[in-house]
């Protein structure tokens, strides 16, 4: 096994809504290993950008509430000063953002942005960052790069601005990427190049990597590991591979069911029932996917589900997944007689 | 840039012509003229003589031979005289501006001076006490009426206390130039100018601090402390920067606002500048020097308009002209 590079463990992210902390992120645990790609998949809403942003510090500090542990190079992250944090983020941790149109200062140049980071970490002088800076805006695929060193982020087009959010991430050649949905905003033909460009930067630099995405094509492509997450909890966890290929928990099932190319000559797209549940209205007892799987019953779930390793690496939260079944697929049966796997 | 400075400031040309028209039209629609505000009280002189002096000074011309009479000399620096005062209006005019000029831009220093740290702290430091001193403060320079904080000022520092002269902008006895001079003109500029700065803040505080708090919480805000930068740097080179910009944009109007809106502290402290002059010159019909300073003022809009541009166009590459 490799050396894992970072550790979340039981990790609670609490936001203040009006006096009350509600948890976005609820006891999740993760383990990304040094070279590893962990695909972090799941609805808009379930948790994954927050516990992103938690690793980082990024929460404001007041209206935000931190359990748990994040450890990283021997230090858990949560309980660092904001100096002392600010010597890791940028440095060993760089972190990749959604939204390249507003992720960047419109006011200053595009070279002193990439710079900035080795201003704090490195110590170099001003031709040699601008060196590395260079060399950077190449590694990224830009090819006029002393012209973009000069730039402002008004200048680029999105795509462009993405790869220089990457180099800003890159910068300081860090062990550990945070990729915090990097094409969601972007085009599908940007979306695919910035993809192999993230692929290939993963291949030549060895970091672990963290890509948060809800893109399940993107998911197959880069990911070592994969986990889901639904309603601020991990519900399974498995190789890329197991997933996709023997996916467990009722989620992840309808999710994969939910995508076109897996009809099979079905007329209908499968849809799954009601809607994510609000942070101040999700009800923290039982199998958190039960009110969207109502024909399963009561007693397949756990009262308090745990994570089983249902096959060797393979996690899934609670019982319900041994007997889940879609309905459409049992039309016409008459009895359905429970098969336990 | 030099390009862009010249084509605003030949933009301008038009933009005068507009205004002296405008002007001129106003002035004449009024009821009266030169000749009836010097003679109508007048029982020595005739309506015939009235008629004749009308006739030998252009009066009974058509308007745009007037106009261009008027704007001709304008132009040279010759507004004509003064009804009232028997002197031409540029003279008059001439310690006045500086008088003015003087008060707005000590003014529009000092306005600066506390707005710019009060509303970084009260944008940084949101719902702190701090913030909550300075927002109080802010509502009350707002409600607060020039006029009365003026005359109270002056009731208490110079009437009560005593410590800074009554009215006026400098003991004419002095030599122009020496220390003392130096130390007579700012201890009558300091009380005007304080009326007018210390609530003329609440726009540029209430801004910058709405604007911080706005800018605290963008996307690039959260890269660069993913880079790694320190709490204090991610504000003096990140969010405090765009915060300035518009400013920075609003300082030329900000200084021919005040140029133009200078009439209650100068009329209060009785000092020397356009606006009190304005006043009396309303108060009087002395319509040659009211006109005169309508264009001046005007003129003064215009160009803090193109300041403002240049600044903004300097300030911002969003915007920047090659």
């Known amino acids: 096994m490799k050396n894992p590079v970072l550790e979340i463990k039981d990790l609670r992210t609490s936001f203040n809504i009006k006096g009350d902390y509600y948890a976005a992120v609820d006891g999740v645990s993760i383990t990304v290993h040094e070279n590893e790609v962990v695909a972090i998949v799941g609805e808009s809403g379930c948790g994954k950008s927050a516990l992103a942003l938690s690793v980082m510090g990024l929460h404001d500090r007041k209206a935000t509430k931190l359990e748990g542990q994040v450890n990283f190079a021997g230090q858990n992250l949560l309980t660092l000063t904001r100096s002392r944090l600010d010597k890791v983020r940028g440095k060993d941790i760089g972190m ?9 200062n ?12 080795m201003d704090y970490h490195m110590k170099l002088s001003a031709s040699e960052k601008k060196k590395r800076t260079l060399e950077l805006l190449r590694r990224v695929g830009i090819k006029n790069e002393q012209r973009v060193y000069e730039q402002y ?40 190049q910035i993809m192999d460009l993230m692929k290939e930067l993963q291949n030549q630099m060895k970091t672990g990597i963290i890509l948060i995405t809800h893109d399940l094509g993107v998911v197959a492509e880069m990911a070592d590991r994969v986990v889901v997450m639904y309603a601020g909890e991990v519900v399974e966890i498995a190789d890329v591979k197991d997933l996709f290929e023997n996916p467990l928990h009722p989620y992840t099932r309808s999710l994969l069911n939910s995508i076109p190319s897996n009809m099979e000559g079905k007329e209908k797209l499968h849809v799954i029932d009601g809607i994510v549940p609000s942070i101040q209205n999700l009800d923290r007892k039982g199998c958190r996917f ?52 | 840039m030099l390009k862009f400075i010249l084509r605003r400031a030949l933009l301008m040309i038009p933009q005068l012509i507009l205004l002296s028209l405008i002007i001129f039209m106003l002035s004449k629609a009024m009821p009266g003229d030169a000749v009836t505000g010097a003679f109508m009280s007048n029982p020595n002189v005739s309506p015939e003589q009235v008629e004749k002096i009308r006739e030998k000074l252009g009066l009974n011309d058509p308007w745009y031979e007037q106009y261009g009479r008027w704007i001709g000399k304008a132009v040279q620096g010759d507004f004509g005289q003064s009804y009232v005062h028997k002197q031409p209006v540029t003279s008059l005019l001439a310690g006045r501006i500086e008088n003015t000029v003087l008060l707005s831009l000590f003014t529009a220093i000092v306005i600066y001076l506390l707005a710019i ?22 509502y009350f320079a707002f409600a607060t009426p020039l006029f009365i904080f003026a005359l109270l000022m002056l009731f208490l520092f110079s009437f009560i206390l005593g410590w800074f002269p009554i009215g006026g902008s400098g003991n004419i006895r002095i030599d122009p130039g020496s220390w003392e001079y130096i130390v007579d003109r700012a201890k009558h500029l300091f009380l005007p100018v304080m009326s007018g700065a210390l609530i003329g803040t609440y726009g540029t505080i209430q801004y910058l601090r709405n604007d911080i708090i706005d800018q605290k919480i963008k ?8 880079k790694g930068v320190p709490e204090g740097k991610v504000y003096t080179r990140h969010i405090l920067r765009n915060s300035l910009l518009p400013i920075a944009a609003f300082l030329g109007y900000e200084i021919t606002g005040l ?8 009329s209060i402290y009785s000092y020397p500048g356009l606006g009190q002059l304005f006043l009396q010159s309303i108060a009087q019909r002395d319509f040659t020097v009211v006109t005169a300073l309508v264009m001046v003022s005007g003129a003064a809009v215009i160009i803090g308009t193109l300041l403002s541009d240049i600044i903004l166009s300097i300030v911002d590459p969003r915007i920047r002209i090659e």
Request: proline content about 8%; hydrophobic content about 40%; overall charge negative.
């Open chain 1, 290 to 341: 039960a009110p969207r799987i109502a024909w399963i019953p009561e007693e397949d779930h756990e009262e308090i589900p745990e994570m089983h390793e249902a096959a060797p690496n393979h996690f899934v939260r609670c019982s319900c997944y041994k007997t889940f079944y879609f309905p459409e697929d049992r039309v016409g049966e008459k009895e359905y007689v429970a098969t336990n796997s």
């Open chain 2, 259 to 266: 140029i133009s809106g200078s009439i209650f502290i100068e």
């Open chain 1, 106 to 117: 419109p006011l200053a140049i595009i070279g002193r942005q990439i710079e900035e980071p």
């Open chain 1, 153 to 192: 982020p008004h200048e680029l087009s999105g795509g462009m601005r993405q790869r220089v959010v990457i180099a800003i991430a890159l910068a300081c050649d860090p062990v550990l990427l945070l990729a915090d949905e990097p094409t969601t905003a972007l085009d599908v033909t940007i979306q695919a």
């Open chain 2, 117 to 138: 740290p009060l509303g970084i702290v009260a944008g940084r430091w949101t719902d702190t006490w701090a913030d909550k001193m300075i927002v109080t403060y802010n």
């Open chain 1, 96 to 104: 990749i953002f959604q939204d390249p149109m507003t992720a960047l």
């Open chain 2, 219 to 226: 996307d690039y805000v959260k890269t660069a402390r993913s």
